[in-house]
């Protein structure tokens, strides 16, 4: 078993060394040019500086809290409100038939497009990215909330009918804990959305922040800026992603043992 | 059919002849389209409060521990927590499950499971039991004990009992009445009393007794027709039928 396991971790570093090895090899051996495609020791002293010196928008870490303030900010809304509606529409059949063609039109929407939208609307500031956020965030959560709210087993809400629940006691001690599998589930994705609408509404136009710092480097042909502004974006996420799974741990304790064998892949 | 109150009445029928409905129409989840149901002189227009149901498959939330799970009705009926608990404590011991309070369901046992069931029942002291096939999935043995079991707790309290099942021999060594119903159109096609003395003792012991054999033969003869029809309906493109004529035992 352990064993098994010293294995697998033996050859993922493995990948990472022939990926990044042969990128590294290439790029200085001119068979590829590093002036479009970047090189590994170029990323990271591209990072370096920016911890030391600054961007071209003040330091890397305003830019850092900036986008994340964005997406945390956008997640948390978009889950609140995903997860209201949801409950909602799952629990009141008349609502939900008046209102999915309308969800269904608005879920169909090129939804990265409205970000020019929204920055029409609100303007460059943080308000544009974390409204695009929110919005990608909330159509993941609702679908989940919604299906998970249908998928509550009949025979626990007779249940706690004859045992004398209202409405409102029905909701929040059986649908919410019987959803609640389905929209952690969700947030997994969700998160990503929401830090994909902060990085775009950012690219659309913005002041501060990672993806302003993207296209600025794109702008100037700095290839080496952007992989190295996917990569600490990329870390966040995973940061978050670990956030979330400890989140799940603690609220889906009751389930049985196997479920943490799923999250782990 | 009419049920007397604390009276402990076993319903027993072919597959889909609407047992489980008319559990469903006597606690109010559903509204009956014709004909009436009525407790205590009142048609059933809601969920009543003195009605507990007991259903064939697992009821109790995952979510919830044992205790949590016990403690939901009165709970649901605006008993204050701290009562609340303390009466969940007091189910659980008299299901003899002291020390599993703060287990999760799926760390039981399904006899356990049907125990904590059982008490999350009782302990909105419902004036009528509906239990629908409640041991159904359980082992010979398993049953045999929770069926003891039932019949000391009903004989504490008392409330009026609705028992659907389609085990015989379960019904007739729990029961004081035996309805058996007809196949297809769900009617009642007999009743059937009773006459073993209570305390009934233990029912492995009480199907040996030769009262119990006679009434045993007795409600299978006309148990018997009803399954047979049944069974044809649902076989009809099967080929012949093969005749029921072995009293299973």
């Known amino acids: ?265 | 059919m009419t049920v007397e109150p604390g009276e402990f009445c076993a319903v027993v029928g072919p597959s889909g002849c609407g047992k489980s409905t008319t559990l469903t129409l006597v606690a109010g989840l559903d509204q009956a389209s014709e004909g009436t149901v009525a407790v205590g002189g009142q048609p059933v227009t809601g969920i009543g409060r003195g009605t507990s149901f007991m259903f064939q498959t697992d009821a109790l939330l995952p979510w919830k521990t044992v205790l949590g799970n016990v403690a939901m009705g009165p709970l649901f009926r605006g008993v204050p927590k701290k009562q609340a608990l303390t009466d969940a404590r007091d189910w659980l011991r008299m299901v003899g499950l002291t020390g599993f309070e703060d287990h999760h369901p799926h760390q039981l046992s399904g006899g356990m499971r049907k125990r904590v069931a059982l008490a999350a029942a009782l302990i909105n002291e419902p004036s009528i039991l509906l239990m629908d096939e409640p041991f159904g999935a359980l082992d010979v043995q398993t049953k045999a004990i929770m069926s003891n079991e039932l019949l000391t707790l009903w004989d504490q309290s008392r409330p009026s009992v609705i028992f659907v099942t389609h085990d015989l021999e379960e019904a007739i060594a729990l029961a004081d009445k035996v309805v058996v119903m007809t196949a297809g159109p769900g009617t009642v096609k007999a009743v059937f009393d009773i006459d073993l003395p209570r305390p009934r003792g233990s029912v492995q012991e009480i199907r040996f007794g030769q009262r119990f054999t006679e009434l045993h033969h007795e409600i299978w003869e006309s148990l018997r027709d009803e399954v047979t029809r049944a069974y044809a309906r649902t076989s009809a493109l099967a080929g012949p039928v093969p005749a029921v004529e072995e009293v299973p035992s």
């Open chain 1, 1 to 265: 078993m352990t064993r098994r396991k010293l294995q697998v971790h033996a050859a993922q570093i493995a990948v990472l060394i022939f990926v990044f090895g042969g990128w590294q090899l290439f790029t200085t051996l001119k068979i590829v040019d590093p002036f479009f495609f970047g090189k590994p020791s170029g990323i990271v002293s591209q990072a370096v500086s920016w911890v030391r010196h600054g961007t071209s928008f003040g330091s890397i870490w305003l830019q850092i809290e900036t986008t994340m303030e964005e997406a945390v900010l956008g997640f948390i809304i978009g889950v609140a409100g995903g997860i209201v509606v949801g409950v909602l529409l799952g629990q009141v059949r008349f609502l939900s038939e008046v209102l999915s063609p309308y969800i269904k039109a608005v879920n169909a929407l090129p939804r990265i497009v409205l970000g020019t939208l929204f920055i029409i609307m609100l303007g460059l500031g943080m308000s544009s990215k974390v409204v695009l956020a929110a919005f990608l965030v909330f159509f993941v959560v609702f679908f989940n909330a919604y299906q998970g709210v249908r998928e509550v087993d009949g025979n626990l809400i007779n249940n706690a009918r004859v045992l004398g629940a209202s409405r409102m006691q029905l909701v929040r001690n059986v649908v919410i804990p019987s959803a609640m599998t389905w929209i952690i589930a969700s947030l997994h994705v969700a998160f990503g959305f929401a830090v994909i609408g902060a990085v775009v509404g950012e690219v659309l136009g913005a002041q501060h922040g990672l993806g302003v710092l993207i296209t600025d480097s794109a702008n100037n042909f700095n290839a080496d800026g952007v992989f190295a502004g996917m990569i600490i974006i990329g870390a966040l996420a995973l940061v978050a992603e670990w956030l979330i799974s400890l989140l799940e741990r603690r609220v889906l304790a009751w389930r049985p043992q196997m479920a943490t064998e799923a999250s782990a892949v």
